[in-house]
């Protein structure tokens, strides 16, 4: 398993950070959450005012920002030009906010690079929402998850306070649907992914259905 590399896309919702965490647990693996490298950019951005409508202002500044990200299924972290930024990076504005900074060709070009360096010789979980197709195109396994679009708003609507369903299913909508049609690199399901439907599934249930598949493709 040292070599290996496990694709993991998917909207918003999907599961994929459970799912990722729970294999990369399993099996020894690192885990890498490459939605969290950026937010910390757009955290980072909404920081210094940086007008997020403005693609050239992103551009130019995309390199700024220094990130560091810990691999630890158990324990992932990040942070900005040294300071820790997992709670600041989940906050409802960066989420409204990280399709614009995700759809800048200078901000991907350089998370992109920065992925495959932390990926390096594998042994490692990667999600996100172009892994399989542009990050690890060689990835031999590769997942793609879904859910329906009430199950992944529900499930979202769990994990934080002071929202409701209907909000939750309209900003998981429109952020889908930014992420993608946009030109750069949108998510998209690579063509040698299996697609993983886990609307009816547990946690418990989606790990071990790709565990299975892993076992069967390596
Ligand atoms: O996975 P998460 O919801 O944290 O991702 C936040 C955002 O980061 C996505 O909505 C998308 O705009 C962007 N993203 C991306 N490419 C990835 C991972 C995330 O564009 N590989």
């Known amino acids: 398993m040292t070599g290996l590399v496990v694709a993991m896309d998917g909207p918003s919702g999907s ?45 130019v500044r995309a390199l700024e920002p220094v990130l560091t990200i810990g691999t630890d299924p158990d324990a992932p972290s990040v942070a900005v030009d040294g300071t820790d930024a997992a709670g600041p990076i989940r906050t409802t ?68 306070a002071g929202t409701t369903v209907q909000a939750q299913k309209a900003a998981m909508a429109r952020r889908d649907s930014l992420d993608s049609t946009r030109k750069a690199d949108p998510l998209a399901m690579a063509a040698d992914a299996v697609e993983l439907d886990t609307t009816a599934l547990n946690l418990d249930e989606v790990v071990a259905e790709i565990l299975r598949l892993i076992k069967e493709k390596t």
């Open 15 to 59: 599961g994929k950070s459970s799912a990722s965490r729970g294999v990369a647990r399993a099996l020894g693996l690192r885990y890498l959450d490459t939605g969290a490298m950026y937010r910390a950019i757009t955290w980072w951005m909404l920081q210094r005012g940086v007008d997020l409508s403005d693609q050239e202002a992103i551009a």
């Open 93 to 160: 504005e960066v989420t409204a906010a990280v399709s614009a900074v995700s759809a800048v060709p200078e901000v991907r070009r350089r998370l992109v690079a920065e992925q495959r360096e932390i990926i390096g010789a594998g042994g490692i979980v990667v999600e996100g929402r172009d892994i399989g197709t542009v990050v690890a195109p060689d990835a031999p396994v590769k997942i793609y998850l879904t859910a329906s679009a009430d199950a992944r708003a529900l499930r979202r609507t769990a994990e934080l």
